[in-house]
C-alpha cells in the first residue's frame, strides 16, 4: 500500500486584526475625567459657523492622547453628514482619508470618539456612536451647546455602555464624564486675546508686542507678589489664622527663587538688556536697508 501523508500540524489561529485606535479598550483612565484643550473647542465653533445652509448640526473626530492617568482631547476635525428624521448618512471615506493625513502631521494622535452641537443626545447619536465604536474602543461622544441654552455653551462628555438581556434586545446608554479645561502655553495667549475682546465696543483687538506682553506679566507679578506679602503680615499680626498648606506652598516657592548676589543679578539683567537692544537696532537697521533698496528698484 502506498505511505500515506502525515496530517499537517495544526495552525494556531488568526487573531483578528486590532482596530484604528484601541485608546480606550480598558476602564477610564484618570477618574472618568476628559482633559479638553480650548482649539478643540474653537475649531468645533467655527466649523458650525461654516456649516452647510439648513444643516442643524456639525459632527467630527476627536483626537488626542491617552496614558494610565489621563484622556487629553488635543485636536479634532469635522467630518461631512446628512440626517433627516428617519435618516443619518456620514461620509466615513472623507473621516478616514483626514485621520490618515492627520497621522503624518501627529503621529501621537490616535481617535478618541467624536463630537456633535447641539445640546442633547439624539437617536441619530447612537447610530453615528456605532461608527467610532468600530474605529476605537469605548469612544467618547462630546456635545457642544452651540444654541446656547440657558444663556451659555454647554459642553458634556458621554461613554456609551451596552443595556438590556443578552440576546434579546440591547440598547446603549451614555453614561456622563467629567470635562477638565487645560491649556499649553501658546493656547493661553490666544484664550486670554480672546477674553480681552469681551471689553472692546467692536469686538476686536490687536495683537500686544513683546515688551507689552513682559509689562502685563511684570505687573501681574507684582499684584500677586503684594497679595502674599499682606496675607504674610496678617498672619504675623494674627488677623488670620495661619494655614499649613499656603505655608507649605510659599516655602516651595522661596525655593524655586534663585540665590544671586544683587550685584551679580544687575549684571545679568543689564547685559541682557544690552543683547535686545543691539538685537532691536539690528532689526530695525534691515528692516530700512529693504526699505531703501525697495525705492532705488522702483526708480
Known amino acids: 500500500a502506498a505511505p500515506t501523508a502525515a496530517p499537517p500540524p495544526p495552525t494556531a489561529p488568526t487573531p483578528p486584526a486590532p482596530p484604528l485606535s484601541a485608546a480606550l479598550s480598558g476602564p477610564f483612565p484618570g477618574g472618568r475625567v476628559v482633559r479638553l484643550h480650548p482649539v478643540v473647542l474653537a475649531s468645533i465653533v467655527d466649523s458650525f459657523e461654516r456649516r452647510n445652509e439648513g444643516a442643524a448640526r456639525v459632527i467630527g473626530t476627536l483626537l488626542g492622547t491617552v496614558d494610565k492617568h489621563s484622556v487629553e482631547v488635543t485636536n479634532c476635525f469635522s467630518v461631512p453628514h446628512n440626517e433627516s428624521e428617519d435618516e443619518v448618512a456620514v461620509d466615513m471615506e472623507f473621516a478616514k482619508n483626514m485621520y490618515e493625513l492627520h497621522k503624518k502631521v501627529s503621529p501621537s494622535e490616535i481617535i478618541l470618539g467624536w463630537y456633535a452641537t447641539g445640546h442633547d443626545i439624539t437617536e441619530h447619536?447612537?447610530?453615528?456612536?456605532?461608527?467610532?465604536?468600530?474605529?476605537?474602543?469605548?469612544?467618547?461622544?462630546?456635545?457642544?451647546?452651540?444654541?446656547?441654552?440657558?444663556?451659555?455653551?454647554?459642553?458634556?462628555?458621554?461613554?456609551?455602555?451596552?443595556?438590556?438581556?443578552?440576546?434579546?434586545?440591547?440598547?446603549?446608554?451614555?453614561?456622563?464624564?467629567?470635562?477638565?479645561?487645560?491649556?499649553?502655553?501658546?493656547?493661553?495667549?490666544?484664550?486670554?486675546?480672546?477674553?480681552?475682546?469681551?471689553?472692546?465696543?467692536?469686538?476686536?483687538?490687536?495683537?500686544?508686542?513683546?515688551?507689552?506682553?513682559?509689562?502685563?506679566?511684570?505687573?501681574?507679578?507684582?499684584?500677586?507678589?503684594?497679595?502674599?506679602?499682606?496675607?504674610?503680615?496678617?498672619?504675623?499680626?494674627?488677623?488670620?489664622?495661619?494655614?499649613?498648606?499656603?505655608?507649605?506652598?510659599?516655602?516651595?516657592?522661596?525655593?524655586?527663587?534663585?540665590?544671586?548676589?544683587?550685584?551679580?543679578?544687575?549684571?545679568?539683567?543689564?547685559?541682557?538688556?544690552?543683547?535686545?537692544?543691539?538685537?532691536?537696532y539690528l532689526a530695525n537697521l534691515t528692516q530700512s536697508q529693504i526699505a531703501l533698496n525697495e525705492k532705488l528698484l522702483s526708480l
Open 125 to 280: 447619536s447612537v447610530l453615528i456612536h456605532e461608527y467610532y465604536s468600530r474605529e476605537a474602543h469605548n469612544p467618547i461622544h462630546l456635545t457642544v451647546d452651540t444654541s446656547l441654552q440657558n444663556s451659555r455653551m454647554s459642553i458634556k462628555a458621554y461613554v456609551s455602555a451596552p443595556m438590556g438581556v443578552p440576546g434579546k434586545t440591547m440598547g446603549v446608554m451614555f453614561t456622563p464624564l467629567t470635562v477638565k479645561y487645560v491649556y499649553y502655553d501658546t493656547e493661553r495667549i490666544g484664550v486670554d486675546l480672546i477674553m480681552k475682546t469681551c471689553f472692546s465696543p467692536n469686538r476686536v483687538i490687536g495683537l500686544s508686542s513683546d515688551l507689552q506682553q513682559v509689562g502685563s506679566a511684570s505687573a501681574r507679578i507684582q499684584d500677586t507678589l503684594t497679595m502674599v506679602l499682606q496675607y504674610a503680615e496678617d498672619v504675623l499680626s494674627g488677623k488670620v489664622a495661619a494655614d499649613n498648606t499656603v505655608g507649605r506652598f510659599l516655602m516651595d516657592l522661596i525655593n524655586q527663587v534663585p540665590k544671586i548676589p544683587p550685584e551679580d543679578f544687575e549684571t545679568m539683567l543689564n547685559s541682557n538688556i544690552n543683547d535686545l537692544l543691539m538685537v532691536t
